[in-house]
């Protein structure tokens, strides 16, 4: 079974500049996370899908950070303008469903740096 | 709140040593408690995970136990290999939501 795939796997860019990251779930999975791992630091949740529909974007910083899953399937999250906070690995995650015990699993991050 | 403190690194130890990772919580309810791994160049992958008190979970040689009345989960290994050698992460999983809150992370080499 293939895992979570995420694309880039390194990104470099400058301040005010803008950045999309790809994601594809395990096949079948209905839920689909978006994490923030800033150096030192565990990872915090940005926003969690549910199909195609948002269950929790309460820590996505909306002014400059977006993302979709339109068909409910892979994803995308994107950064616009880029500040040089946002330096860190985006990771993304999926589970079978949500609002139950379900294990998560990993894809290996983007490595995002913000000069 | 729900929080999860583990203990700083890196850790840098013999192949063989005992491993032992100190982890404690704050939450409400009655959390699932998880340990995950990241090797390098790879995502998080789930170690092992604990559901209830005095559960112990256990996998690839590590053991933890959820401890209710000291708030713990500590996670360690008799006899680790260099293959051991990556980032773990305690974590938290919300009895209400179900969401995760996961620890700073703790860097382990072992050394041939």
């Known amino acids: 079974e293939a895992g979570v795939a995420q694309s880039p796997r390194y990104k470099i860019i400058e301040k005010r500049q803008s950045v999309a990251f790809w994601c594809n779930p395990i096949s079948g999975h209905a839920t689909l996370y978006w994490y923030q791992q800033i150096l030192g630091q565990g990872p915090k949740l940005l926003i969690q899908?549910?199909?195609?529909?948002?269950?929790?974007d309460s820590q996505l910083p909306k002014d400059r950070f977006s993302a979709e899953r339109l068909k409910g399937v892979d994803s995308t999250l994107k950064i616009q303008p880029a500040k040089l906070e946002d330096s860190a690995v985006y990771l993304c995650a999926s589970s079978p469903m949500a609002g139950i015990r379900e294990t998560q699993y990993f894809g290996p991050g983007t490595r995002l740096l913000v000069l | 709140g729900n929080s999860v403190t583990q203990m700083e690194g890196p850790v840098t130890l013999s192949e063989e040593a005992f491993l032992t990772i100190n982890c404690t919580y704050t939450a409400t309810g009655y959390p699932s408690l998880f340990w995950y791994v990241q090797y390098p160049g790879e995502g998080l992958q789930l170690l092992l995970k604990?559901?209830?008190?005095?559960d112990k979970g256990s996998n690839k040689g590590f053991e933890a136990t959820y401890r209710k009345e000291t708030t713990s989960f500590h996670l360690e290994k008799g006899s680790v290999q260099v293959s051991d050698s990556a980032v773990y992460f305690c974590a938290l999983e919300r009895s209400n939501d179900y969401k995760l809150s996961f620890g700073a992370g703790t860097t382990v080499t072992v050394r041939a």
């Open positions: 899908f549910q199909n195609n529909g948002v269950v929790d």
């Open positions: 604990a559901t209830k008190a005095d």
